[in-house]
Each structure stands twice: as C-alpha cells, then as structure tokens.
C-alpha cells in the first residue's frame, strides 16, 4: 500500500479551538511532513519529521505543533484557530532523502 | 535562501502541441529537483527528479525535463501534449537540514489546460 491517509478529509472547527489533524503510512518512510496550502498558493512547509526529530519552521514554529507516537502515524495541532488556518493541509512521507515523497489527499479546514 | 519560481499560472495550448513549463530556482548548493503532478480531485503524484548525472531526465507519463545549471532552470516538456496533460504542475527543490532530513521547497505551480 503506497498511499497516504488523512483523517478527516474535511473539518469544520470554530475559532479558538483546538484542531487535531491525523495522518497515516504505511510504507515505513522515516520522514513525514505537514504542508499547508491555500488557493493559488505554493504548498507551504509547516514542519517535518526525520525519525523521531521533529523539525519546524520558523515562521510557524508557535502556531502548529506534532506529534509521531510511532512510524505510521503523525499529527498536526492547532491549539487556536484563526480565520487564518483555513486551508487544506497535505501531509507526506518518503523513505529517505532524495526520493519519492508521497502525498495524502490532504484535509479542508474551515474555521469559522 | 532557498526558492522555486515558477512564473507561468496558466498555460493553454491544443492537443499535438509541444508543452514546455518553467521553472527557476535559487540555491546555493547543488540542487535535488522534482515535478509533481495533481489532477483535479487527486494528490499530488510524482513525475520525476533530477539528482545528479544527465541534464536530462525522464519520467512517468511520458514527461521530462531538463536541468540546466547556467540559468538555473528545470523545465518541464512534453511532446506531444494530450488533453489528459491537464493538470497542475508544481516544481520543487530538496533542501538540507543540517542532517535531520531534508525538506521540500514548492512553487505556486502551474495550471495546464490542453484542448482537444
């Protein structure tokens, strides 16, 4: 199985509540990434895993958090809602460096 | 500072007709490039990459592309085009993290419709 799974696809949230996002592979790739992407936008990077290391980018380094409790599986947490967050958020994953990565269908979110 | 430009938002060309999509990028090492493809409804799919090796490189679909360091470029060509080319294409550059894995750098993309 060569896929990526996202849970849920779509997801309404309020704003100032908490947004939990969940993705799945299993393909045993050790890194596994959240992009956001909004409309004629380029997907942005949001943060990564490699193994266990969680890596962030700065901009969004206070405003998304993960979790990876084993290799299948990685989360993406809002612990705020904006207006702002609405966006489909794609997760990834790939084996190692320079190969294929492999996307999820993403999920909507729309905070309202 | 590392970036991908693709500077076409929408490219509109007949069926039978050679398709060839920019891509720039910036980077101040040697560059990992990729192009990934995303129909309507769908992720998006791997088409191909450029690692080291030749400039040009070959992929699914019958697409390929060429590197060509002087200007910094990895376009994306087809020949022909098919009306099923229709799609969004977006270029993207593996950049280092210091050993912790590499992250994947994408450009807004571009938006191919091909007529029948």
């Known amino acids: 199985d060569t896929t990526v799974k996202q849970n849920p696809r779509y997801k309404l949230a309020r704003v100032g509540k908490p947004v939990n996002l969940i993705c799945s592979q299993t393909m045993n790739h050790d890194t596994m990434y959240w992009y956001q992407k909004k409309p004629n936008q380029a997907p942005k990077l949001l943060l990564f895993?490699?193994?266990?290391?969680?890596?962030r980018e700065a901009d969004t380094f206070e405003k998304f958090q993960s979790s990876r409790p084993n290799n299948s599986f990685c989360s993406l947490y809002i612990g705020s809602a904006g207006l702002e967050y609405s966006a489909m958020y794609l997760c990834?994953?790939?084996?190692?460096?320079?190969?294929?990565?492999?996307f999820g269908k993403g999920t909507r979110l729309t905070v309202v | 500072a590392q970036s991908v430009d693709q500077p076409d938002a929408h490219v509109t060309l007949y069926e039978g007709a050679s398709l060839e999509l920019r891509c720039s990028y910036s980077y101040s090492a040697a560059p990992y490039l990729f192009w990934y493809v995303q129909y309507p409804g769908q992720s998006l799919q791997f088409l191909l990459k450029?690692?080291?090796?030749?400039?040009v490189v070959k992929g699914t679909k019958g697409f390929e592309a060429e590197f060509r360091k002087s200007n910094s470029s990895f376009n994306l060509k087809k020949s022909p085009a098919h009306w099923s080319d229709s799609a969004k294409y977006f270029c993207a550059l593996e950049g280092g993290y210091g050993g912790s894995g590499n992250k994947l750098i994408f450009g807004t993309g571009t938006l191919l419709s091909v007529k029948p």
């Open positions: 450029y690692i080291t090796g030749d400039a």
């Open positions: 895993y490699y193994d266990k290391i969680l890596n």
């Open positions: 990834a994953s790939r084996r190692q460096t320079n190969t294929e990565v492999f």
